[in-house]
Nanobody, 123 residues
Framework: QVQLVESGGGLVQAGGSLRLSCAAS????????MGWFRQAPGKGREFVAV????????SYTDSVKGRFTITRDNAKNTVYLQMNSLKPEDTAIYYC????????????????WGQGTQVTVSS
């Protein structure tokens, strides 16, 4: 069992930055690939980024490439999402997830989820 708690969301102007954190408790954090998803009002849950178990490999959805960076610190059981050059279309609830997948981009590939943190980007 893994519990995930996100933090770092908030209100920011377009062009600004935020860093989301996701703290994991439980066992074997390093056994899981970690993903970030987001869900805007009236839309489905969308893949944002994933990082491999060891942190050496990452993948991003096209709309955030070059602006967002996912990292993890296995010693601290924490995964991060650095978000730069934010746009109003990035407004959503951001969810952290853990799964046994390698490069999963579908929500069903993840086993554990956090409660989400709201990110609002004003124009």
């Amino acid at each position: 069992q893994v519990q995930l708690v996100e933090s770092g969301g908030g209100l920011v102007q377009a062009g600004g930055s935020l860093r989301l954190s996701c703290a994991a408790s439980g066992r074997s954090f390093s056994n899981y690939a970690m993903g970030w998803f987001r869900q805007a009002p009236g839309k489905g849950r969308e893949f944002v980024a994933v990082i491999s178990r060891g942190g050496r490999s990452t993948s991003y959805t096209d709309s955030v490439k070059g602006r967002f960076t996912i990292t993890r610190d296995n010693a601290k059981n924490t995964v991060y999402l650095q978000m730069n050059s934010l746009k109003p279309e990035d407004t959503a609830i951001y969810y952290c997830s853990a799964g046994y997948t390698n490069w999963g981009q579908l929500p069903d590939e993840y086993v554990y989820w956090g409660q989400g943190t709201q990110v609002t980007v004003s124009s």
